[in-house]
């Protein structure tokens, strides 16, 4: 619909102007004769009322590796682009691909929206960038430009399972039929086992003889003129300037987005290998709480590491709700053994293995995978753990020498002058009775005799002053009661 038309369906269906009515304006009666020649000076006015109006522009850049903390951004600036109200989102798009989940998730935003898309192929446009790039509404491709070679690959950079590439196949294809481009040229870009001579054009069988992966065993990547030629591409531009021209968008306003601080820190957590040493140190960090009395550093430094790598997977939905209770699971049975059960038993080893489990998950795609990413993934667990465990050693044995440390470590002032004693040569106490010298929830102080102890109950509260008794010393461990005998 023109300016002009919408105008006029405006002005008549609102019964503003009507050739068969008669209306006073201002105090002048205004009759079907005078009509004719009000209405062209309305729509001059109403028209420049409505292209005064600012035209808003989103571009959106996608370039280099496509990661998992990508499609947060990019729903982000959909999300504004509605309520914004936008002309159109520009996608500016060089990249060579990454990740099909990350690929797969913003192709379902782009779809689910209601403000036009255009992907602007800047270079190219490969392997999940073609994908993307298919979800637009309209796709714009510089000169030398390329689209394509969109095979899935597991993590070894070699050929995913069929399992895997009919997936990746059938996603380009309704991609493609979703925007009413080919789906023949779309699968081909995905399999190179299937092979082609015809396509249709606007409803025309054309022959297709200049294209290499028509052939069995070749995958498509089209150029920009093949990509103009059989309809995968709708016009080329050399810049943005070019393609707003091509837009009718000369004089809108671009707005370009880049991620905020949150975003780019949640890229860099699901990093893989920040996020693996953020896995396995909060891992060893509470591995190693369990070798002392109460809760301190050690432990609160590994749950800390735990919450940034399965926030920020959360975040990026490559942990799933179900994956976050199992590790929370796991977690909550090692502090268990750590504040209420004496000793190391079926509590920490059931909570160790239901980390591990939680972990390895979180390593796993949202998408169909081969075998053998299973295997990378429970390889990277074991060489991700063993090499954390090398480090934190080392680290342990340079740190703990430190008088930093010992402060650091403590849960308050120890030093002998103040009472404070370490539970090592205890054994003689088990049976024994002496008074808490803090509230124990279940563990704080006590004084036994003329030593304050660190000290753990069953599970029991016990307020401060209150009598107790020594039910056991497991190594560094004292186990404590109430006694029946108030002090």
Not at 255 to 282: C, D, H, I, M, Y
Not at 353 to 359: R, S, Y
Not at 389 to 414: C, D, H, N, Q, Y
Request: proline residues 3%.
């Amino acid at each position: 619909m023109s300016l002009i038309e919408f105008c006029v369906s405006v002005l008549i269906e609102s019964k503003v102007i009507s050739y068969w009515s008669i209306f006073n304006f201002r105090g002048i009666v205004i009759t079907p004769k005078y009509n004719k020649r009000i209405l062209p000076i309305i729509f001059v006015i109403f028209a420049g009322f409505l292209h005064g109006a600012e035209q808003k522009v989103y571009r959106i850049p996608i370039q280099g590796v496509i990661d998992l903390g990508l499609p947060t951004f990019i729903e982000r600036v959909i999300q504004e682009a509605e309520n914004d109200q936008v002309e159109v989102i520009i996608f500016d798009i060089d990249t060579f691909g990454g990740r099909v989940d990350a690929a797969t998730q913003i192709k379902d935003a782009i779809l689910d929206t209601d403000v036009p898309t255009v992907a602007f192929i800047n270079r190219r446009a490969i392997s999940a960038g073609a994908l993307i790039s298919l979800s637009c509404e309209t796709i714009y491709m510089t000169s030398g430009g390329t689209i394509g070679a969109a095979t899935a690959v597991d993590m070894s950079g070699k050929k995913a399972s069929e399992k895997v590439i009919s997936y990746m196949r059938e996603e380009m294809a309704s991609t493609a039929e979703s925007r009413d481009r080919n789906t023949i040229i779309s699968k081909c870009m995905v399999d190179e086992e299937l092979s082609f001579t015809h396509v249709i054009i606007d409803g025309d069988s054309v022959e297709v003889t200049d294209l290499e992966g028509r052939k069995e065993g070749k995958l498509i990547t089209l150029t920009t003129e093949q990509a103009l030629r059989y309809k995968m591409a709708d016009g080329t531009a050399e810049n943005m300037d070019e393609l707003l021209v091509s837009l009718e968008l000369s004089d809108a306003t671009v707005k370009s987005f880049s991620e905020n601080w949150s975003e780019n820190l949640v890229r860099f957590l699901t990093n893989p290998v920040v996020a693996s040493l953020l896995t396995t140190f909060g891992f060893l960090g509470i591995l190693f709480e369990l070798q002392s009395p109460g809760w301190g550093i050690p432990g609160t430094f590994g749950a800390v590491c735990l919450a940034l790598s399965l926030g920020a997977s959360a975040i990026v939905r490559l942990a799933t709700m179900s994956d976050l209770l199992i590790v929370l699971v796991g977690l909550v049975f090692l502090m268990v053994e750590a504040l209420l059960i004496p000793g190391f038993g079926i509590a920490g080893v059931a909570g160790i293995g239901v980390i591990l489990w939680g972990l390895y998950l979180l390593l796993l795609p949202d998408v169909p995978v081969s075998e053998e990413v299973y295997h990378s993934a429970l390889t990277g667990l074991t060489i991700g753990l063993i090499g954390g465990i090398i480090a934190l050693v080392f680290l342990f044995r340079m740190v703990t020498k430190t008088k930093f440390w010992t402060k650091l470590t403590s849960p308050g002032v120890e030093s002998q002058d103040e009472g404070y004693s370490t539970s090592i040569g205890l054994e003689d106490m088990v049976g024994k009775s002496g008074v808490a010298t803090s509230d124990l929830r279940p563990s704080g102080w006590a004084l036994l005799g003329d030593r304050k102890i660190f000290v753990v109950t069953e599970g029991e509260f016990v307020d401060k002053d209150q009598s107790i008794k020594v039910l056991s010393v497991d190594g560094n461990r004292v186990v404590v009661r109430v006694n029946a005998i108030k002090s």
